[in-house]
């Protein structure tokens, strides 16, 4: 095999490996609710959000012919649903949540509606159909910096999830050098923010970790 091949090949199982473990964090989420039959402390927007962004990238990818798209967003739909369903039935007031979704899945179906009735030329759908995907992954990756303020005035990290952190900044990165190498600036440039908000997180978590939570933790001891 030649020696681009190999570092394709290498770039395509990083992103593969990284991203199916950034959805794999939320395993976690699944055994609490499934052990203590509740919801409490587990969120469902970052599961909703990120299935409907998982649906949007496998239609880019498969209207690309992209088999890692396809795979990836594929598998990420799937876990996603999973998690989305528990959640449900364990949530005690499900009307708001049913609600949120049926406005996702509503405002998805249109999308699809438009990119798939309405533009039929085929290099008009991927540019338009990126476009969107973009917007919403950066939407995505910038959402947890909306407890930024809650972070710092509480002077702990107790919100933020290390693991996940670590995930996504590997996912962003391999994500980032994938488009790169594609010379596809929809996949590329929406992961530019998802390795500065890691970065931040970070700095948070190193900032922070000196914070009451661990304080706390050391006179428990």
């Given at each position: 095999m030649e020696p681009g091949g190999v570092a394709?090949?290498?770039?395509?199982?990083?992103?593969?490996l990284f991203t199916l473990a950034m959805y794999s964090t939320g395993l976690s989420d699944l055994r609490h609710m499934r052990m203590t039959r509740s919801v409490d402390n587990v969120q469902f927007l970052p599961f909703l959000t990120t299935d409907i962004n998982n649906l949007s990238w496998l239609s880019y990818g498969a209207l690309k012919g992209d088999g890692i798209l396809i795979f990836v967003n594929?598998?990420?739909?799937?876990?996603?649903?999973?998690?989305?369903?528990?959640y449900v039935h364990y949530c005690p007031r499900k009307r708001p949540v049913?609600?949120?979704?049926?406005?996702?899945?509503?405002v998805l179906l249109l999308g699809f509606g438009y990119f798939w009735?309405?533009?039929?030329?085929?290099?008009?759908?991927l540019q338009q159909l990126g476009l969107f995907c973009s917007g919403f992954t950066i939407s995505m990756y910038l959402s947890p910096l909306a407890d930024l303020a809650k972070i710092i005035q509480m002077k702990s990290t107790q919100r933020l999830s290390f693991p996940l952190t670590i995930a996504t900044l590997l996912t962003s990165a391999s994500w980032t050098l994938y488009g790169f190498q594609l010379?596809?600036?929809?996949?590329?440039?929406?992961?530019?923010?998802?390795?500065?908000?890691?970065?931040?997180?970070?700095?948070?978590?190193?900032?922070?970790?000196?914070?009451?939570?661990?304080?706390?933790?050391?006179?428990?001891?």
């Open positions: 394709d090949s290498l770039l395509s199982g990083a992103c593969v594929a598998t990420g739909a799937v876990l996603q649903t999973l998690y989305i369903l528990v049913l609600l949120q979704t049926a406005t996702l899945v509503g009735l309405l533009v039929p030329n085929l290099e008009t759908q010379g596809d600036p929809y996949i590329m440039v929406p992961n530019l923010p998802g390795i500065l908000t890691s970065l931040v997180r970070l700095w948070l978590f190193w900032k922070y970790s000196q914070g009451p939570d661990r304080n706390y933790q050391l006179l428990q001891t």
